[in-house]
């Protein structure tokens, strides 16, 4: 499962932006595609002081046939539009959404080589630009659309350890963790810097009212195996409105069914992970997410204690599931959902 790792994750930054703007008198004006570079920036910007900051992250590939397509920019524009509702912030219309990613793509799609090494992943960003330091929602915004090419978020790793925080929560019920807004992730960083001095890549978030059961970890959903690979059980926890309903997520529980597995959707406990992991019920365990993939999880780090998943190396399911997104994505095998938008060539 070895990638290459070509450039570092988040700052090879092509060379064109798309913006569009909203006012409370006109609604959003014409998108428009400008050289990437700096933008101009009020100090009293509602974004920047109140974080009415909302945004989505999506990725596009260069297919076996040389097109560019976007893998499922539908699913991401609906999740867009919900975290803006969410903030009373304004809708960016779902054609206005796809008509900017495919315009980005293809004016920038030709730094994507043919050998599948990397993707473009497009950051859509929408944010409060007014002036006014008044505590309400703001009356004009910005829409900005930037991508970089990337070969992975942990760029040749094979397999990733976790590190379960108990004294924090990522999201609470009733809150936003089940949208994209910037504010969810700042307040992650203290238990990530946490996790990386234990050795570990990432951070395993629980319920915030019983600190019990399993949420996700970091900017990512979790998936368990239970049984081999001849049928297992696929399993990920429920979307409890503190969850984000990841695009991938909902892939890979598709993806599982068509290799002739079991999807399940439930609760997971912290103690269910390890006890089935000591008797050999559950077998593997792997994250997934636009920028992670699939990536597979061989170790915990817990408070009371740590415990190895499996062998300790990427399992079968986890490989072929892996396999089976990566294969879509690239045109590799037929798109029977249709989840590839192709982006007309230039």
Not at 47 to 69: C, N, P
Not at 286 to 298: I, L, R
Request: proline share 6%.
């Amino acid at each position: 499962m070895t990638g290459t790792k070509t450039t570092a994750y988040g700052n090879a930054f092509t060379a064109h932006m798309v913006l569009a703007d909203w006012t409370e008198e006109s609604g959003w004006s014409p998108a428009r595609t400008v050289p990437f570079g700096e933008l101009p920036m009020h100090p009293a910007m509602v974004g920047l002081h109140y974080g009415q900051v909302v945004f989505e992250g999506l990725k596009a590939f260069r297919g076996r046939d040389g097109g560019l397509a976007l893998f499922r920019p539908e699913e991401n524009a609906r999740r867009f539009r919900d975290s803006a509702r969410r903030l009373a912030m304004p809708e960016l219309p779902e054609e206005v959404f796809l008509a900017a990613a495919e315009e980005l793509v293809a004016v920038d799609g030709g730094m994507l080589g043919g050998d599948g090494s990397q993707s473009l992943y497009l950051r859509p960003l929408m944010f409060a630009s007014e002036p006014d330091l008044m505590l309400r929602p703001a009356r004009r915004y910005t829409f900005l659309l930037i991508a970089f090419a990337t070969g992975g978020l942990f760029g040749d790793a094979d397999a990733i350890s976790v590190w379960v925080c108990h004294d924090q929560s990522r999201a609470m019920p009733g809150g936003t963790g089940d949208i994209k807004c910037a504010g969810n992730y700042a307040p992650t960083y203290l238990a990530q810097n946490r996790a990386s001095e234990k050795g570990c890549q990432q951070v395993v978030w629980l319920d915030s009212e019983e600190r019990r059961w399993i949420e996700e970890a970091g900017a990512m959903s979790l998936f368990f195996v239970r049984g081999g690979p001849d049928g297992a059980r696929v399993v990920t926890p429920e979307l409890t409105g503190t969850v984000l309903p990841s695009v991938t997520r909902a892939s890979v529980l598709d993806l599982a069914a068509d290799l002739g597995h079991t999807p399940v959707v439930e609760r997971v406990s912290l103690e269910q992970w390890r006890k089935e992991c000591e008797s050999g019920e559950m077998t593997e365990a792997f994250s997934c997410g636009t920028a992670a993939v699939v990536t597979p999880v061989s170790r915990v780090r817990d408070e009371g204690g740590d415990w190895t998943i499996g062998d300790g190396t990427p399992g079968p399911v986890t490989r072929a599931l892996r396999g089976a997104l990566l294969d879509v994505q690239h045109g590799r095998v037929p798109d029977h959902r249709g989840w590839l938008r192709p982006v007309p060539a230039r």
